[in-house]
């Protein structure tokens, strides 16, 4: 090329050639078509999050109702051999169990509606005549028609979803049909009849493997990133260590579940001795643990990038008037850092709250029909709850399965609130 | 040799060298630093002056890979023995940074934080008497007294960085080594500094690194002029600043480079 010599004179810069003019139209063009790109991107993804809200809702909203039918009993026909009094006793369930009540209830049924095609009470309406009496045991001595929930069949007949349509829009025009809040989705656990599952039990062990996941995760996580960033020399070892914490945060979650699985319920020797499972099968403990494992990672990295983010002339200020170096750490350095640590660690949270594939191996895909009572207690959670529906026939576990999705996200939206909470409750205005 | 020759000195420093790995940074310095004096080192940026002034409250302990020889002694005790407490030499030996750097808490807590980790207040009566002291000797108090909960990061710079003198004098220190304290300050900050140190002198031995030498010709009794980590010349400041012996000196006093 012809390199101009270094003393050559340069020619004034000419501002309104074309050329000129062209370049800067090209500039400002690219300019829009890069901030339109951006807002696209931004549309699409608010437009794939309303879809998957707006599906959600509109499946989900009818598994938070339940159709009831009325049911006339003549308790003093049914001659129980029960006297009120018993009612009150914790004894009472296995009272009615052996005065048949279920076969009674049915009875009823047969009676109030003859026989149909289907069966027009669920399978859990005895259970509600059930509590009804231990409530007001002065039913025993009277005819009562009491509402209980319909049959599954009947339930998609109102909505058009079943061949029991026809049958249940008679019932409903009669006025025996009525369809209301479904309080029980709530308060109940599993079920094998869609009309009375609930969610209470999944949400429960969800409560308690998240919290065992908390107490294990959080002050390991945190104490080992604060041991490296503040403590550790710099060295090979230390390097190592990072890339093996970077690489652990990146494996997928079902080798943990392996590991969960072999390490705490599986026995194995050790120096000839055998040691048994350590924690109970589908526990919320085991749960817990094996999820603190996986994201115990994500929550060191985090909780370094947080604490690399304090100033080092905080240290240096703290030092400077004779801080020990754990003064240091915990007066200064952790409280600037924790805004970014609990981000870190509400993000490893919820990415715990939402695994399923690790429980499935250790055995918190259990049939979970009471609500867990401890930390030992056979428990499934949500994301398995919602797995475990979304694999059933029963047209009714469609609607159950979006409704536990709609309580998942509003679990999540509250843990994401929680973080941004305490983020700027701790956040340092400088 | 401590033994030998009583050191009258708050502050000696003998043959002490620092080097960060391969890099020597400091070559056989020996200085000695007097009660109600005080000290200026000058110098062209990367001189190692900084670096020196980090060795005598052992700042440098930070970074894991200086080492430093030689013996500095403090009142003769030799601060790089292993009976010294790092922790206690901190606070005899307190430190000004080159950027003010509060505490991002309340004015009165970044006072306070230093004597209440020391102990050195028996009550929380004795601990405001000690904040209103500090911020008063450090020239601050009118102007915070009555907003004593307000963040600390809140105040301009000369007044964040005399917060940062109060802060060390609050834990009633021996010397205070300043880095630079008004680099990043206007002049009317700088000019309220340099009278504080003014009236700071007789209570402490004052340490002061700086790149202005009218600052270091105002400020100090004594200079130090430091060249590729060597110091070159010490001595009174007027003898400095009008009879250097050392060409160097004068050629860096003179602005042939720096």
Not at chain 2, 78 to 97: E, K, T
């Amino acid at each position: 090329m012809n390199k101009p010599a270094p003393d050559a004179v340069r020619a004034p810069t000419d501002w309104k050639t074309d050329a000129m003019q062209k370049r800067i139209r090209r500039r400002y063009a690219r300019e829009r078509r890069f901030k339109l790109f951006g807002m696209l991107a931004v549309i699409l993804s608010a437009a794939f999050l309303a879809f998957l809200l707006f599906t959600m809702v509109t499946n989900g909203w009818r598994g938070f109702t339940r159709t009831e039918i009325a049911l006339p009993l003549d308790f003093p026909a049914m001659a129980m051999q029960i006297e009120p009094a018993q009612l009150a006793t914790p004894g009472a369930n296995l009272a009615l169990s052996g005065a048949e009540l279920e076969g009674k209830v049915s009875n009823a049924a047969l009676a109030a509606y003859g026989p149909q095609s289907v069966p027009v009470l669920s399978d859990a309406a005895w259970l509600k005549v059930r509590e009804a009496l231990k409530a007001d045991p002065s039913l025993l001595g009277r005819k009562a028609t009491l509402w209980v929930p319909a049959s599954t069949q009947i339930e998609q007949g109102l909505r058009g979803n079943d061949a029991a349509a026809p049958l249940a829009r008679k019932l409903y025009d009669a006025g025996k049909l009525h369809t209301g809040f479904n309080t029980g989705f709530f308060g109940d656990s599993d079920s094998t009849d869609p009309v009375a599952v609930g969610i209470w039990g999944a949400f429960k062990g969800s409560l308690l493997t998240m919290a065992v996941t908390f107490l294990i995760a959080f002050p390991i996580g945190v104490l080992s990133a604060i041991y490296l960033e503040e403590y550790a020399p710099k060295n090979r070892w230390t390097d190592l260590i990072e890339v093996s914490i970077n690489n652990l945060a990146a494996v997928p979650s079902i080798i943990f579940g392996l590991l969960g699985l072999a390490v705490f319920l599986g026995s194995w020797s050790l120096f000839g001795v055998r040691v048994g499972p350590l924690l109970p099968r589908s526990a919320a403990l085991v749960g817990g643990v094996t999820l603190a494992l996986m994201i115990m990672p994500v929550i060191v990295i985090a909780s370094r990038n947080a604490i690399k983010g304090v100033p080092p002339s905080i240290r240096d200020a703290a030092l400077g008037i004779g801080a020990s170096r754990i003064q240091v750490v915990f007066h200064h350095v952790l409280p600037l850092a924790m805004p970014g640590i609990l981000t870190g660690t509400i993000i490893g949270m919820a990415r715990a709250l939402g695994e399923t594939a690790p429980l499935l191996l250790i055995g918190m895909r259990a049939f979970i029909v009471t609500p867990p009572g401890g930390f030992t207690d056979p428990a499934t959670v949500l994301p398995v709850q919602i797995f475990l529906w979304s694999d059933e026939v029963s047209r009714g576990f469609v609607e159950k399965t979006s409704a536990a999705i709609l309580v998942l996200l509003v679990f999540l939206l509250a843990m994401n609130g929680l973080a941004i909470y305490l983020r700027n409750k701790f956040e340092t205005r400088w | 040799m401590t033994d030998a020759h009583p050191a009258p000195h708050k502050m000696s420093a003998r043959g002490v060298s620092v080097s960060y790995g391969d890099k020597q940074a400091i070559r056989d310095v020996s200085i000695d630093v007097d009660m109600d004096h005080v000290t200026a080192f000058i110098g062209p940026s990367g001189c190692g002056k900084s670096t020196f002034l980090r060795t005598l409250n052992r700042m440098n302990d930070t970074i894991a890979s200086a080492r430093v020889t030689g013996e500095i002694t403090l009142d003769g005790e030799d601060i790089y023995s292993s009976d010294m407490d790092v922790v206690q030499l901190r606070a005899r030996v307190g430190m000004v940074f080159q950027k003010p750097n509060p505490f991002p808490k309340s004015i009165y807590e970044n006072v306070a934080y230093g004597p209440r980790i020391h102990g050195l207040a028996a009550s929380k009566g004795a601990l405001d008497g000690i904040v209103e002291q500090s911020l008063r000797r450090a020239g601050l108090w009118d102007e915070v007294k009555d907003r004593l909960s307000d963040s600390g990061t809140a105040l301009s710079g000369g007044q964040q960085q005399r917060l940062c003198i109060a802060r060390a004098i609050a834990v009633d220190p021996e010397v205070i080594l300043m880095d630079e304290p008004c680099s990043a300050l206007d002049p009317i900050a700088t000019a309220k500094i340099e009278e504080l140190i003014h009236e700071l002198k007789g209570r402490y031995a004052i340490v002061i690194v700086t790149h202005n030498m009218q600052q270091a010709a105002r400020v100090s009794q004594k200079t130090a002029f430091f060249h590729l980590g060597q110091l070159v010349e010490y001595g009174d400041t007027d003898n400095i600043f009008t009879a250097p012996k050392q060409e160097r000196t004068k050629d860096y006093i003179t602005g042939r480079y720096g």
